[in-house]
């Protein structure tokens, strides 16, 4: 059984570039979350993903937008970066249904953004 | 939507004693309440959890209460070794308009003292 893995582990950006995070799940996982956690603080819920569609968004812009494909894993896109944007995104997968997230959240070790 | 509160932000204990973390949550239909510890650098990672069923799940030296009605669950840790040292985090799983999603609380940074 594979654990969920994220890639790039640490990248940096300027502010008003694009980013794309990448996510695979955990073996036999459905739903996929995004969850941004700034230094010093708990995650936020960005969104969720269940089939393919999205099911779930906390409170963040438009310009973060993702994708889960047919085998589960995912992407996190920020367009238009800002410097607030710089923090650890974390993926975190499950076994879900389609109303929402019904099982344990297993996390990934994230992805740090830092936005210049 | 949901809120969690989490207290206190930092706790220091010697090794050997006791550390408690509480937690209050807003949403009345959340029903589940996990936490994780996450070290220096690595992904959080469940220690324990509870449903709204139950009032209260032990195992081995960590356990965690519920009070539905006052709307906290707490977190207690017996016998602290200073393995123990990281932050904890709190859960509520609430329902938003697309379905159950988690909230977590800011973190409690627990520094065990050898």
Known sequence: ETGVTQSPTHLIKTRGQQVTLRCSSQSGHNTVSWYQQALGQGPQFIFQYYREEENGRGNFPPRFSGLQFPNYSSELNVNALELDDSALYLCASSLGGAGGNTGELFFGEGSRLTVL | ?114
């Open chain 2, 1 to 114: 939507g949901e809120n969690v509160e989490q207290h206190p932000s930092t706790l220091s204990v010697q090794e050997g004693d006791s550390a408690v973390i509480k937690c209050t949550y807003s949403d009345s239909a959340s029903n589940y309440f996990p936490w994780y510890k996450q070290e220096l650098g690595k992904r959080p990672q469940l220690i324990i959890d509870i449903r709204s069923n139950v009032g209260e799940k032990k195992d081995q030296r960590i356990a965690v209460t519920l009070n539905k009605t006052a709307k906290h669950f707490s977190l207690h840790i017996t016998e602290t070794q200073p393995e123990d040292s990281a932050v904890y985090f709190c859960a509520a799983r609430s329902r938003d308009n697309y379905g159950q999603n988690f909230v977590f609380g800011p973190g409690t940074r627990l520094s065990v003292l050898p």
